[in-house]
């Protein structure tokens, strides 16, 4: 079976203040790895994926993640957050099977205060 | 070009009740896929549909359906309402199946409220 954890539902946070956001996933095969972000009453959008190659990862508005095969995890992290970037968080899978179909986690909804 | 396009934006429906969702995928797009989005359980997958056809399914009862129209158009459908079903229903699409990425696209989704 596969799954995916986001550990944290709500990470609050000051502005201009560094954020990890949490994901680990559990797969018995290979595995493509992204972060979506949703804004309040808008649709999801990609911020980064990894699909092979290096394990760091760089996406738009400044966010990062590190894939790390050990401990089968992908966090998402900024150095630096705004109060622009209060959202909800999903980290999701695709297992490189027959399947093929996006797997997400129950998402991880960030609160930047000023 | 236009976006994913959902409608209706709100829905209250009372238990026992059916309601059809709409998406209409951009232009070009032939793959539409639908999600439900409840707190604490995130996305899940209910079902893709690629030149009218239904591709892959979810794990949800046979009272959530589904259909796509020539023009790529998709519809979903739930009878027999429960509670549980309140929610925000997300579609996506994308030129083929499977597409996924930057090549996947969302709309705002329909928030079901059923009471």
Known sequence: AQSVTQL??????????????????????????????????????LLLKYLSGSTLVKGINGFEAEFNKSQT????????????DTAEYFCAVIR?????KLIFGSGTRLLVRP | KAGVTQTPRYLIKTRGQQVTLSCSPISGHR?????????????QFLFEY????????????????GRQFSNSRSEMNVSTLELGDSALYLCASSYEPGDQGEKLFFGSGTQLSVL
């Not at chain 1, 201009?16 to 559990?26: D, F, G, Q, T």
């Not at chain 1, 972060?35 to 009453?41: G, K, R, S």
């Not at chain 1, 490189?96 to 093929?100: A, G, H, T, V």
């Open chain 1, 8 to 45: 944290d539902s709500q990470v609050p946070v000051f502005e201009e203040a560094p954020v990890e956001l949490r994901c680990n996933y559990s797969s018995s095969v290979s595995v493509y790895l992204f972060w979506y972000v949703q804004y309040p009453n808008q649709g999801l959008q």
């Open chain 1, 73 to 84: 995890s992908f966090h998402l992290r900024k150095p630096s957050v705004h109060i622009s």
């Open chain 1, 96 to 100: 490189m099977d027959s399947s093929y």
């Open chain 2, 31 to 43: 793959s539409v896929s639908w999600y439900q989005q409840t707190p604490g359980q995130g996305l």
């Open chain 2, 50 to 65: 690629f030149s009218e056809t239904q591709r892959n399914k979810g794990n949800f009862p046979g009272r959530f359906s």
